[in-house]
């Protein structure tokens, strides 16, 4: 058995989702299991929904609707009328309905709610939309085209916490039903298509497990069925030396570890969710990131540490950052400030990703989406609290990055025309990391890319 995952624009309009069939049916005989995101642009649109529909905007909700609607329709038509002239012209009465029946349940939850607080359930039911959407027209397509393929509800085995909007897997549940559940799917079928991103809390209430986690469902149910292998296909060849839309040099990475790319997707390489690694790493499935729109690049293959050589692999950024500065001159020589100040991150629930001390001050990084008045009106009970808005972090991450020989010097000769706040090297050696101005951050990753994979490198 092999778990693939699709991207949104994998499976974005007509021609991507044939190309997507395409790269499947070379693998029917491999029991494929599908995982698809929602169509590129679809989860932006239903976040916007949700937000319209708070805010009481019952006109551009019903637009929204419309336009997630009109979309899929015209992608069926296209795909229907695209079938080779041999075959008989698929029958798109059932999917159309299918794609009616998911827009109204919009439609009704959008109108119960307008000018309310949604309930976080059923937030979570309409974001996750999208990759019923997407599912349901992937699967039509390949039966259209004679490829026995069953469609199967996520919900039916991915449990989740009760965490309704950033879910978290409950492994063990996942593990007792997903095995049977996709057993049974396989008995009339060839191919399981099912969605990524959305769970189901024990009770049966709808969740999502956070942006960009299909690539952490198909890791989960590729080490809960204990597949051969785990195929997560997008935009680009692999995982590059930077993100390729940054940097038009960088060049697709072969192989790297478990650990390397695990840090990489911590460090901002949107190209993998953060959580999608340990899964394929607890059971030793190489994860491979290929590109669905050139099947033929081999693309990455995350495995093994032990195959992988020692050096800088990738540049990692996140965008936006905050930084967050705690002074306070009680703080020399005294003992248990760090453990105050840490105290209020756990209470608040905020995870930390940079560090730097000094005797009387403490900054650190957290990411943007984090809401950081409630965290500075606490903190300012230990001190002097300043929040910088406009920064960015850049990481080189690679294996024993101790042992590179002039790594430090390259990165302070790479960015000797910026200021650089924050510096940081994780004790593992997988990364290291500098804070940037924001509009210096394009700039720095390029001399840093250029520097360590440029110039013959
Ligand atoms: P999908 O919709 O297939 O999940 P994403 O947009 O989530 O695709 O991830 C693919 C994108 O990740 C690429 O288009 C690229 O811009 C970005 N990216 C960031 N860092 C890297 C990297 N090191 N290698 C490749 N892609 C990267
Ligand atoms: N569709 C979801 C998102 O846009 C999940 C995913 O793409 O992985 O975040
Ligand atoms: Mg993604």
């Not at 989702?17 to 679809?42: F, H, L």
């Not at 080490?223 to 997560?232: C, K, N, P």
């Not at 002074?327 to 003992?335: A, D, L, Q, V």
């Amino acid at each position: 058995m092999i778990v693939m995952k699709f991207g949104g624009t994998s499976i974005g309009d007509a021609a991507a989702i044939r190309r997507t069939i395409s790269i499947i049916t070379k693998k029917m005989r491999s029991k494929p299991v599908v995982v698809v995101s929602a169509c590129s642009g679809v989860t932006n649109l239903l976040h916007q929904l949700v937000d319209f529909t708070e805010e009481g905007e019952k006109e551009k909700s019903e637009q929204i609707i419309s336009s997630i609607k009109q979309r899929h329709k015209s992608t069926v038509d296209e795909l229907a009328s695209g079938v080779d002239p041999k075959r008989p012209t698929p029958d798109t009465a059932e999917i159309n309905q299918k794609i009616d029946t998911l827009c109204n349940s919009l439609w009704t939850l959008s109108k119960a709610h307008m000018g309310g607080q949604i309930p976080d359930a059923d937030k979570a039911y309409m974001i996750s939309l999208g990759e019923y959407l997407s599912s349901n027209i992937v699967c039509f397509m390949m039966n259209a085209l004679g490829l026995k393929t069953a469609w199967l509800d996520a919900r039916h085995f991915m449990i989740t916490s009760h965490d309704y909007l950033t879910a978290a897997a409950d492994v063990p549940e996942v593990q007792k039903r997903a095995t049977s559940v996709i057993e049974r799917a396989f008995k009339n079928a060839d191919a399981v298509i099912t969605q990524g991103f959305m769970g189901v809390t024990i009770e049966g209430d709808p969740t999502i497990m956070g942006r960009g986690s299909s690539d952490y469902s198909a890791s989960l149910l590729g080490m809960v069925l204990d597949a051969d292998r785990i195929e997560i296909w997008t935009d680009v060849d692999g995982i590059c030396t930077a993100d390729p839309n940054i940097v038009p040099e960088a060049r697709g990475i072969s192989k790297l570890s478990y650990e390397e790319a695990a840090e990489l997707a911590r460090f901002g390489a949107k190209v993998l969710h953060p959580l999608s690694i340990e899964p394929a790493a607890s059971k030793n499935i190489p994860l491979y990131v290929l590109n669905s729109m050139n099947p033929d690049c081999e693309g990455t293959v995350v495995m093994n540490r032990s195959c992988i050589f020692d050096g800088v692999k990738s540049i990692s950024y996140n965008e936006n950052i905050r930084m967050i500065n705690i002074y306070s001159p009680k703080m020399i020589n005294t003992s248990g400030f760090m453990s105050k100040i840490f105290g209020i991150f756990e209470r608040q629930g905020v995870s930390v990703d940079m560090i730097s001390t000094a005797e009387a001050s403490v900054t650190v990084t957290v990411d943007a989406s984090v809401n950081t008045d409630p965290l500075a009106a606490a903190l300012s009970k230990l001190g002097n609290v300043t929040v910088d808005r406009d920064k960015s972090q850049v990481s080189i991450i690679g294996k024993n990055l101790i042992g590179v020989k002039g790594a430090v010097a390259a990165v302070f000769e790479a960015v000797s025309d910026s200021k650089i706040y924050m510096m940081s090297q994780g004790s593992s050696f997988l990364n290291l990391s500098i804070v940037v101005d924001r509009p210096e951050m394009t700039a720095v990753i390029r001399k840093l890319h250029k520097s360590f994979f440029e110039n013959g490198n």
